[in-house]
T-cell receptor, first 113, second 114 residues
Framework: GNSVTQMEGPVTLSEEAFLTINCTYT??????LFWYVQYPGEGLQLLLK?????DKGSNKGFEATYRKETTSFHLEKGSVQVSDSAVYFC????????????FGTGTKLQVIP | ETGVTQTPRHLVMGMTNKKSLKCEQH?????MYWYKQSAKKPLELMFV???????ENNSVPSRFSPECPNSSHLFLHLHTLQPEDSALYLC?????????????FGEGSRLTVL
């Protein structure tokens, strides 16, 4: 079956530092890949997505590139802010009439001033 | 405002109680989901309803009973729960038939079983 593996946290960075959160996946076929973010006390919300190999998803300064050869979808941001402190989930979606989304365990990011 | 509203936000119940979680979506979606979020574990998909018909039931114990009376409302009825059922329960919705993989989540109901 499908699975997602992401680096364990927590990740603690100083403001303006470079961020990388690693994510690798196992899936049959050609899944779509996602990063969701969960701010404290809130539900998950979609941060970015990529639907085919070599696509780059981007949003709010975050980027991730769909690498089929390494089955990876690492999240990066050049300069993090305190407001980026949250839990980040890597996920993938297979095909189907409804969204069969498989999530990773989440990586908590804490940015300190 | 996410378009998906869950109530209550917090719930404490004993093992013999019966309670319900409610989810309402205002996005015009046709698919609704219950997920369980526990610390250090991936989100667990519990139930999926597509056009008010249950299409997924991931081996969830019978003490959890879902109900989807229409495409805008989803309930999770709870009965005789165990302490290990304490978790954040997330409701989500999506437009059925569109394979975007994008889910719209509510803020969750934090359940504590004593």
């Amino acid at each position: 079956g499908n699975s997602v593996t992401q680096m364990e946290g927590p990740v603690t960075l100083s403001e303006e530092a470079f961020l990388t959160i690693n994510c690798t996946y196992t899936a049959t076929g050609y899944p779509s890949l996602f990063w969701y973010v969960q701010y404290p006390g809130e539900g998950l919300q979609l941060l970015l997505k990529a639907t085919k190999a070599d696509d780059k998803g981007s949003n709010k300064g975050f980027e991730a590139t769909y690498r089929k050869e390494t089955t990876s979808f690492h999240l990066e941001k050049g300069s993090v802010q305190v407001s980026d402190s949250a839990v980040y989930f890597c996920a993938l979606s297979g095909s189907g009439g409804y969204q069969k989304v498989t999530f990773g365990t989440g990586t908590k990011l804490q940015v300190i001033p | 405002e996410t378009g998906v509203t869950q109530t209550p936000r917090h719930l404490v119940m004993g093992m013999t109680n019966k309670k319900s979680l409610k989810c309402e979506q205002h996005l015009g979606h046709n698919a609704m989901y219950w997920y369980k979020q526990s610390a250090k574990k991936p989100l667990e998909l519990m139930f999926v309803y597509s056009l008010e018909e249950r299409v997924e039931n991931n081996s969830v114990p019978s003490r959890f009973s879902p109900e989807c009376p229409n495409s805008s409302h989803l309930f999770l009825h709870l009965h005789t729960l165990q302490p290990e059922d304490s978790a954040l329960y997330l409701c989500a919705s999506s437009p059925q038939g569109f394979d975007t993989g994008e889910l719209f989540f509510g803020e969750g109901s934090r359940l504590t079983v004593l």
